[in-house]
């Protein structure tokens, strides 16, 4: 009657052997480490790099508990967070802007485990310490844009079809296309509802005025909206990556904003400005200057006249600042290419003046526009425009001097410093819209470090409480009921860490919860079993009745609580994201830990007895 046949035997006890390996790796803690990772994904680390790492490190009088190379990286273990900042510190100085030197945490648990797959969950935010950012993306700003780059569309458009057109100007959210004569008018509608499906367009206008206007559909408003978000989170994985940051966290919350956690970070001023930078890049013709009179578009008298107020149509008027010198300008309203076309930048030196520079490589429609266009503007200055923070600086403005291919440099630079910060924006990619820090939050190490004893010292002294107050009150069925319990927290834990999670306060907080979630199952079986006895069955037939007619109970409750976690899970973010997903594992292992494993512990010990006489239930 109670007795289990011998698959389900072994089947407990792998599981219990599974889960404990799964766990231990927990237990061993973490090196410091300090990662070294080349910044171009096409570099290989090799021997010589791990040979290089070491020696910088034994001149500067650090030395490592051992270092690990991997295809990726060189990683460097320390005891202690002060010598891990230190030797981050040398090793950033000594390899340059080639590599990224990140703060990253090691496993300390032997070879063999991690060899399987046994290793640590991640800790995150709150438990390790570091930054919370909160951004909001500008989705206007990213409809802006939209239309912007359709006004150069529209033009390349009729251009192409050699359709004539007296202009193209933007009214507010509409995109307004003159004609002369009516055939032309028609021919153009034509042409533009065929080449630009994202907008709508309709022919206006009596003879003497007649126009088609252009607004975007509501699907495309949709769609760029949503690759506005998508891109800028793209954009901020890459900033986060050159930035040297072990296992960020970068999630979209709601339809406009961005969660950005980075762990472990220390250097949070440097952090905030790389992320809070919504820099862009757009290159934009000079149609007029007073600094180069050799320069084609040489015209201090339009100079005048734009800082007088008379600012011509299709022009806006900009200060390069540089050198101590204020030079304004005309700049086309035109955008020749943005930053979405450059694939590189890297710092450098002009090999003839030795001045600082800004390598830039842009794909290939990109070259092809930049080719066109500088073919045509030679001896005239080309303005290289940085929009940070929604204020547009004219980096440099250099005269055109032969035709450009996919490949030019940015010059103008005073330090190497500019270069450096420069190329890591561009590098990272073009932000799609700009973007606002909303909300910062900081935690420091030591509070990560609190909030882990704290949360853990509540854990176990309610796991010792609940042990102690289940085994006086159903002797040995409680110590069976307790044993349960204790495999149930070692599956949870071995789950989490398979599955590698990020363990934070609020996956603590589930866990707790998960046990005395857990123990109210055998609570209900261990009083059916007592309900038995005073109905005057046998012990084996009051076990045995315990345990079945106790299932039906305990499958409802536990479906109905795991019904409220996906709910949870579907509609939570963040920290309830967390704390959803260790409360449904924590319920499935409750299922197998309460009613397999300590029915599997009871037969094995009562099971056997063919004359029972009673059983230790208090």
Same mark, same amino acid.
């Given at each position: 009657?109670?007795?289990?046949?011998?698959?389900?035997?072994?089947?407990?006890?792998?599981?219990?052997?599974?889960?404990?390996?799964?766990?231990?790796?927990?237990?061993?803690?973490?090196?410091?480490?300090?990662?070294?990772?080349?910044?171009?994904?096409?570099?290989?680390?090799?021997?010589?790099?791990?040979?290089?790492?070491?020696?910088?490190?034994?001149?500067?009088?650090?030395?490592?508990?051992?270092?690990?190379?991997?295809?990726?990286?060189?990683?460097?273990?320390?005891?202690?967070?002060?010598?891990?900042?230190?030797?981050?510190?040398?090793?950033?100085?000594?390899?340059?802007?080639?590599?990224?030197?990140?703060?990253?945490?090691?496993?300390?648990?032997?070879?063999?485990?991690?060899?399987?797959?046994?290793?640590?969950?991640?800790?995150?935010?709150?438990?390790?310490?570091?930054?919370?950012?909160?951004?909001?993306?500008?989705?206007?700003?990213?409809?802006?844009?939209?239309?912007?780059?359709?006004?150069?569309?529209?033009?390349?458009?009729?251009?192409?079809?050699?359709?004539?057109?007296?202009?193209?100007?933007?009214?507010?959210?509409?995109?307004?296309?003159?004609?002369?004569?009516?055939?032309?008018?028609?021919?153009?509608?034509?042409?533009?509802?065929?080449?630009?499906?994202?907008?709508?367009?309709?022919?206006?206008?009596?003879?003497?005025?007649?126009?088609?206007?252009?607004?975007?559909?509501?699907?495309?408003?949709?769609?760029?909206?949503?690759?506005?978000?998508?891109?800028?989170?793209?954009?901020?994985?890459?900033?986060?990556?050159?930035?040297?940051?072990?296992?960020?966290?970068?999630?979209?919350?709601?339809?406009?904003?961005?969660?950005?956690?980075?762990?472990?970070?220390?250097?949070?001023?440097?952090?905030?400005?790389?992320?809070?930078?919504?820099?862009?890049?757009?290159?934009?013709?000079?149609?007029?200057?007073?600094?180069?009179?050799?320069?084609?578009?040489?015209?201090?008298?339009?100079?005048?006249?734009?800082?007088?107020?008379?600012?011509?149509?299709?022009?806006?008027?900009?200060?390069?600042?540089?050198?101590?010198?204020?030079?304004?300008?005309?700049?086309?309203?035109?955008?020749?290419?943005?930053?979405?076309?450059?694939?590189?930048?890297?710092?450098?030196?002009?090999?003839?003046?030795?001045?600082?520079?800004?390598?830039?490589?842009?794909?290939?429609?990109?070259?092809?526009? $930049?080719? *066109?266009?500088?073919?045509?503007?030679?001896?005239?200055?080309? =303005?290289? /425009? +940085? &929009?940070?923070?929604?204020?547009? #600086?004219?980096?440099?403005?250099?005269?055109?001097?032969?035709?450009?291919?996919?490949?030019?440099?940015?010059?103008?630079?005073?330090?190497?410093?500019?270069?450096?910060?420069?190329?890591?924006?561009?590098?990272?990619?073009?932000?799609?819209?700009?973007?606002?820090?909303?909300?910062?939050?900081?935690?420091?190490?030591?509070?990560?470090?609190?909030?882990?004893?704290?949360?853990?010292?509540?854990?176990?002294?309610?796991?010792?409480?609940?042990?102690?107050?289940?085994?006086?009150?159903?002797?040995?069925?409680?110590?069976?009921?307790?044993?349960?319990?204790?495999?149930?927290?070692?599956?949870?834990?071995?789950?989490?860490?398979?599955?590698?999670?990020?363990?934070?306060?609020?996956? $603590?907080? *589930?866990?707790?919860?998960?046990?005395?979630?857990?123990?109210? =199952?055998? /609570? +209900? &079986?261990?009083?059916?079993?007592? #309900?038995?006895?005073?109905?005057?069955?046998?012990?084996?037939?009051?076990?045995?009745?315990?345990?079945?007619?106790?299932?039906?109970?305990?499958?409802?409750?536990?479906?109905?609580?795991?019904?409220?976690?996906?709910?949870?899970?579907?509609?939570?973010?963040?920290?309830?994201?967390?704390?959803?997903?260790?409360?449904?594992?924590?319920?499935?292992?409750?299922?197998?830990?309460?009613?397999?494993?300590?029915?599997?512990?009871?037969?094995?010990?009562?099971?056997?007895?063919?004359?029972?006489?009673?059983?230790?239930?208090?």
């Amino acid at each position: 009657m109670n007795r289990y046949p011998l698959w389900k035997y072994i089947l407990i006890a792998v599981a219990v052997v599974v889960g404990f390996v799964y766990t231990v790796p927990n237990f061993f803690g973490s090196w410091q480490a300090v990662q070294v990772a080349p910044i171009k994904p096409t570099q290989k680390i090799d021997t010589a790099m791990l040979g290089r790492v070491e020696d910088i490190l034994t001149k500067g009088g650090f030395k490592p508990e051992g270092l690990v190379q991997d295809e990726s990286s060189v990683k460097a273990k320390f005891d202690d967070p002060e010598t891990q900042l230190k030797a981050k510190e040398l090793l950033q100085t000594q390899l340059g802007d080639d590599y990224v030197v990140a703060l990253n945490l090691l496993p300390r648990s032997p070879q063999w485990l991690a060899s399987i797959g046994a290793l640590p969950m991640y800790l995150g935010l709150d438990l390790r310490g570091g930054v919370h950012f909160l951004l909001q993306v500008d989705m206007k700003a990213a409809i802006n844009n939209k239309l912007d780059s359709s006004v150069g569309d529209i033009r390349n458009a009729l251009r192409d079809k050699r359709i004539q057109y007296s202009g193209v100007t933007r009214a507010r959210d509409d995109l307004v296309v003159r004609f002369r004569d009516k055939a032309m008018q028609d021919k153009g509608l034509a042409e533009l509802e065929s080449a630009l499906p994202d907008l709508e367009f309709r022919a206006q206008g009596a003879a003497g005025d007649l126009r088609v206007v252009g607004r975007l559909k509501a699907e495309a408003i949709t769609r760029t909206q949503t690759f506005a978000l998508q891109q800028n989170i793209t954009t901020l994985r890459n900033r986060v990556n050159e930035l040297g940051v072990a296992e960020p966290i970068i999630q979209q919350q709601g339809v406009d904003r961005v969660v950005v956690q980075l762990p472990g970070v220390q250097d949070t001023t440097r952090a905030k400005d790389i992320l809070g930078r919504t820099a862009t890049l757009e290159i934009r013709m000079v149609e007029a200057h007073a600094g180069d009179p050799s320069a084609r578009d040489y015209d201090p008298q339009k100079i005048q006249q734009a800082l007088a107020g008379d600012v011509p149509f299709g022009t806006q008027l900009h200060h390069s600042v540089r050198d101590g010198r204020n030079e304004p300008l005309l700049l086309s309203t035109n955008v020749v290419i943005t930053g979405e076309r450059l694939t590189d930048a890297s710092p450098g030196f002009d090999s003839v003046s030795n001045t600082p520079i800004v390598s830039v490589s842009v794909d290939g429609q990109g070259a092809k526009i $930049i080719t *066109a266009v500088t073919r045509e503007s030679v001896r005239r200055r080309m =303005a290289i /425009v +940085l &929009i940070d923070r929604g204020q547009p #600086e004219v980096l440099t403005a250099p005269v055109i001097q032969s035709e450009l291919g996919a490949r030019f440099q940015i010059t103008g630079f005073r330090t190497t410093a500019e270069t450096r910060d420069l190329s890591l924006l561009l590098r990272a990619g073009a932000l799609a819209a700009p973007m606002e820090i909303i909300e910062e939050r900081l935690v420091g190490p030591s509070l990560g470090a609190e909030n882990i004893r704290v949360g853990f010292q509540s854990m176990w002294y309610g796991f010792i409480a609940l042990a102690v107050f289940i085994m006086v009150y159903y002797r040995l069925i409680g110590v069976f009921s307790v044993i349960a319990l204790t495999c149930n927290l070692l599956f949870l834990i071995a789950l989490l860490s398979m599955l590698q999670a990020t363990l934070t306060l609020p996956g $603590i907080a *589930a866990i707790a919860l998960t046990l005395g979630m857990a123990i109210d =199952a055998n /609570v +209900l &079986i261990n009083e059916r079993i007592r #309900e038995e006895l005073r109905n005057g069955n046998s012990p084996q037939a009051a076990i045995y009745a315990g345990y079945d007619r106790a299932w039906g109970t305990i499958l409802d409750s536990n479906v109905t609580t795991l019904i409220a976690g996906v709910a949870l899970f579907a509609f939570g973010s963040g920290p309830v994201k967390g704390f959803a997903v260790v409360h449904c594992l924590g319920i499935m292992t409750s299922l197998f830990s309460a009613v397999v494993l300590s029915r599997g512990l009871v037969n094995w010990w009562y099971g056997s007895r063919r004359k029972l006489e009673s059983i230790s239930i208090g």
